[in-house]
């Protein structure tokens, strides 16, 4: 196979563009959550550091570096070490298949922007969320800690649980486009959103997201009037950072695969395609912050009878009448 | 290129199912496990065949291997020392079948083998389905009920019985 080295340039660049820009979207997501917290529950938030508190991620990720990184005792040294990456790496890829705007024309090549169009993209994305289940898992068991295994063994039960209902939920989507490529989605999406076909599954996926991401009407695994920090209990430095970024991260991703999924993708009225992308992916995040700031957290029975006996049952439902919906328009 | 790939892969798969075999503690054997079914869907992602990468992924690494920690956090086996060492005649009946699995695979070899699709030959999600759902269509229908009789089997085991 012949390579073009422009090609090669252009795909490490739209990487390091990818990397640069969701790092510095996870850090300043921590900071946006910390401030409209705040004004939900009428403080101030961090105003401290550099204009408005704006230098506040810095600080933060200054501490979290030169903090002391140690081990508890009797803990799995290498399963310890390796947990916080196995969380944060999923979530990073994922971002490897989401088309954040139309085809661009440089230097007479036309440019994805998308590091990778597969044709099993939102195969891949599943994939990789159900790994991210490992980084919670082996992080709260290799602690040697009851709190830190109690929290893995609730984070293991609820994202599997909750993975079933989100993969169910895309089903009809597939069905739609008639393809597993995410542009292709996006591309199917050119007249009407999905979400007007469908408003169920979006509902499914999005309550599934919230489970995935661990969001506070589902911390269960980190709860933390009940497991002081639940999985994460007994990492410090920036093994708990990584947990932490690996956390707003998924954020970001599952917000723009929702918005991917049902609201067009880089669709949009008027503004310009990357635009429209961003903006639909930081209102996903604002929703995220803002239910934070407003529900109270679920029982853990309660999690597990919603996730199984409501949102599963009522995705395959929905599965089926878009079958026959489909089938019956022909 | 994609020849040592592949060489890379293979070697980290097998080395992976060996130390899975040979590792005393049930955790640790599942991340080797969890490694190299990775790196095997990698090969098949190699071969042209990126459904069976997912799958092998989302069902085997995400899946049933999760399932398996699950229940070893639960049940936290594993302190329990060497007792659950296997001894002769556990690993006998498994020896024999990876014999047997080993000798037809050196025949198929020693016949040539087959040769390994190129990238161009890599089949679509509509080929695979068309061939699973039309030409397969009574295997699957019997392996599902199969799947549903072992779902209510569970189901009925696990029910609390009586007061």
């Known amino acids: 196979m012949i390579y073009d080295p422009l090609d090669i340039a252009l795909m490490l660049a739209k990487i390091a563009l990818v990397f640069f820009v969701i790092l510095t979207l996870a850090a300043y997501l921590v900071f946006a959550e910390r401030k409209v917290l705040a004004w939900i529950q009428d403080r101030k938030g961090p105003n401290r550091v550099g204009p408005f508190g704006l230098l506040q991620p810095l600080a933060d990720l200054i501490k979290l570096l030169t903090?002391?990184?140690?081990?508890?005792?009797?803990?799995?040294?290498?399963?310890?070490?390796?947990?916080?990456?196995?969380?944060?790496?999923?979530?990073i890829m994922i971002f490897a298949v989401i088309p954040f705007g139309a085809p661009l024309r440089l230097f007479g090549h036309t440019v994805q922007l998308q590091v990778a169009d597969l044709h099993v993209g939102l195969l891949l994305f599943v994939a990789l969320s159900s790994l991210a289940v490992y980084g919670v898992a082996l992080g709260g068991w290799a602690s040697n800690s009851k709190y830190a295994l109690l929290g893995s063994i609730r984070g293991l039960a609820q994202?599997?649980?909750?993975?079933?209902?989100?993969?169910?939920?895309?089903?009809?989507?597939?069905?739609?486009?008639?393809?597993?490529?995410?542009?292709?989605?996006?591309?199917?999406?050119?007249?009407?959103?999905?979400?007007?076909?469908?408003?169920?599954a979006f509902m499914i996926f999005l309550i599934s997201i919230a489970a995935e991401c661990k969001r506070i009407p589902?911390?269960?695994?980190?709860?933390?009037?009940?497991?002081?920090?639940?999985?994460?209990?007994?990492?410090?430095?920036?093994?708990?950072?990584?947990?932490?970024?690996?956390?707003?991260?998924?954020?970001?991703?599952?917000?723009?695969?929702?918005?991917?999924?049902?609201?067009?993708?880089?669709?949009?009225?008027?503004?310009?395609?990357v635009v429209c992308f961003s903006v639909k992916v930081l209102a996903f995040a604002f929703l995220f912050i803002w239910i934070r700031g407003t529900l109270p957290r679920l029982r853990y029975d309660q999690l597990m009878h919603f996730g199984w006996k409501i949102l599963t049952p009522l995705a395959l439902l929905n599965i089926l009448v878009t079958a026959w919906w489909l089938v019956l328009r022909g | 290129?994609?020849?040592?790939?592949?060489y890379l892969l293979?070697?980290?798969?097998?080395i992976g199912t060996v130390l899975a075999i040979t590792e005393?503690?049930?955790?640790?054997?599942?991340?080797?496990?969890?490694?190299?079914?990775?790196?095997?869907?990698?090969?098949?992602?190699?071969?042209?065949?990126?459904?069976?990468?997912?799958?092998e992924?989302?069902?085997?690494?995400?899946?049933?291997?999760?399932l398996f920690m699950f229940v070893i956090m639960m049940l936290d086996v594993g302190r329990s020392g060497d007792g659950l060492r296997p001894g002769l005649r556990q690993w006998l009946p498994a020896m024999l079948l990876a014999g047997v699995i080993l000798a037809l695979l050196g025949m198929m070899l020693a016949h040539g083998g087959w040769p390994a699709p190129g990238a161009g030959a890599a089949a679509t999600l509509r080929d695979f389905s068309l061939t699973l759902f039309r030409q397969h269509g009574v295997a699957i229908e019997i392996i599902s009920l199969q799947l549903l009789f072992a779902v209510v089997g569970a189901l009925y085991f696990g029910k609390r019985r009586g007061p």
């Open chain 2, 57 to 66: 992924v989302i069902i085997y690494a995400g899946a049933v291997m999760v």
């Open chain 2, 24 to 55: 005393k503690h049930p955790v640790h054997a599942i991340v080797y496990l969890v490694s190299s079914f990775f790196s095997l869907a990698a090969i098949f992602f190699l071969l042209a065949a990126p459904l069976i990468a997912m799958f």
């Open chain 1, 67 to 91: 903090k002391e990184d140690f081990r508890p005792i009797g803990a799995d040294k290498w399963l310890f070490y390796l947990a916080p990456a196995m969380a944060a790496i999923p979530a």
């Open chain 2, 1 to 6: 290129m994609e020849a040592y790939l592949f």
């Open chain 1, 159 to 200: 994202l599997l649980s909750y993975e079933l209902s989100m993969g169910l939920s895309l089903v009809p989507v597939v069905m739609l486009a008639r393809s597993f490529r995410l542009s292709d989605i996006v591309a199917a999406q050119a007249g009407c959103w999905f979400i007007v076909y469908q408003p169920l």
């Open chain 2, 10 to 14: 293979a070697a980290v798969t097998v």
């Open chain 1, 218 to 273: 589902f911390d269960l695994p980190e709860a933390e009037g009940e497991l002081v920090a639940g999985f994460h209990t007994e990492y410090s430095g920036m093994r708990f950072g990584l947990f932490f970024v690996g956390e707003y991260l998924n954020i970001i991703a599952l917000g723009g695969l929702a918005a991917t999924f049902f609201l067009g993708g880089w669709h949009g009225p008027l503004l310009p395609p």
